[in-house]
T-cell receptor, first 111, second 112 residues
């Protein structure tokens, strides 16, 4: 079955530590996205990529970094510069302007 | 003013009720309008999409877009407990290189 796989499902980060969230898709979609979801805040765009080796900052890119070396993969690194990283992170991919397919999310908690 | 406004609720209704969920927006360039459903601790799933103005019906769900008023709605008929979820509206200007803009989501609870 085609879809998006996010891992891990739960992740704990210590203060000052960088962590990387994985996102893999086998839908052959060109575009991939990372959103952050906080209670009562909806989905806020962190980074997105329309094509391999190219990506753009979203509304809340500070403290995050991404890479797009392969069409199937779009990992997100939460750096120590992100002061409030506790949130639910969602990865999505799309073939057009509206039909996003989301992964099941990664819940990141600072300990 | 935020680009997309959505009342977060929560909204509680009895089984069988008609539910109306709404969003307003400010950007007249938006062309695609979508509704996503998100169950607790899951990723959102596309429920319906509409291009430009008009209505679209799919089973118990009807999506309406009024571009003149910059207002979109999702109606759920004969609501079921399985409809209990968060509903997110989303919009796109259909320009290459842009991403969807989401509302904050409305949490719906349908009691049996």
């Amino acid at each position: 079955d085609g879809g998006i796989t996010q891992s891990p499902k739960y992740l704990f980060r210590k203060e000052g530590q960088n962590v990387t969230l994985s996102c893999e898709q086998n839908l052959n979609h060109d575009a991939m996205y990372w959103y952050r979801q906080d209670p009562g805040q909806g989905l806020r765009l962190i980074y997105y990529s329309q094509i391999v080796n190219d990506f753009q900052k979203g509304d809340i890119a500070e403290g995050y970094s991404v890479s797009r070396e392969k069409k199937e993969s779009f990992p997100l690194t939460v750096t120590s510069a992100q002061k409030n990283p506790t949130a639910f992170y969602l990865c999505a991919s799309s073939v057009n302007s509206y039909g996003y397919t989301f992964g099941s999310g990664t819940r990141l908690t600072v300990v | 003013q935020k680009e997309v406004e959505q009342d977060p609720g929560p909204l509680s209704v009895p089984e069988g009720a008609i539910v109306s969920l709404n969003c307003t927006y400010s950007n007249s360039a938006f062309q695609y309008f979508m509704w996503y459903r998100q169950y607790s601790r899951k990723g959102p799933e596309l429920l319906m999409y509409t291009y430009s103005s008009g209505n679209k019906e799919d089973g118990r769900f009807t999506a309406q877009v009024d571009k003149s008023s910059k207002y979109i709605s999702l109606f759920i008929r004969d609501s079921q407990p399985s409809d209990s979820a968060t509903y997110l509206c989303a919009m796109s200007p259909n320009q290459a290189g842009t991403a969807l803009i989401f509302g904050k989501g409305t949490t719906l609870s349908v009691s049996s």
